[in-house]
Nanobody, 115 residues
Framework: QVQLVESGGGLVQPGGSLRLSCAAS????????MGWYRQAPGKQREMVAT???????NYADSVKGRFTISRDNGKNMLYLQMNSLNPEDTAVYYC?????????WGQGTQVTVSS
């Protein structure tokens, strides 16, 4: 199975930006959908953004216009550009990829938005 490793999380002030990266251990060419989910303390995991192989994207209403998901099949990478961050964006962010035979999840990267 393809392993996913997230990076790029950290502490940022409100209004700031972060770029999350997700590195796959193998080819993501066959992944029908890749995406980012997040889980805040005491809350359920929620979808943040997804991107299909063909380039169709879907965003949670709370991040539309602020976050951008992108995918580089050649580098086996998934990215999440996050702008205008606010404290409600604080969560552990997970990368996921859905393949025909299985679904992979990363271990997560912490994003904390605080002054």
């Amino acid at each position: 199975q393809v392993q996913l490793v997230e990076s790029g999380g950290g502490l940022v002030q409100p209004g700031g930006s972060l770029r999350l990266s997700c590195a796959a251990s193998g080819s993501i060419f066959s992944a029908n959908v890749m995406g980012w989910y997040r889980q805040a303390p005491g809350k359920q995991r929620e979808m943040v953004a997804t991107r299909t192989f063909s380039g169709m994207t879907n965003y949670a209403d709370s991040v539309k216009g602020r976050f951008t998901i992108s995918r580089d099949n050649g580098k086996n990478m998934l990215y999440l550009q996050m702008n205008s961050l606010n404290p409600e964006d604080t969560a552990v962010y997970y990368c996921t990829a859905r393949f025909p035979s299985h679904e992979s999840w990363g271990q997560g990267t912490q994003v904390t938005v605080s002054s």
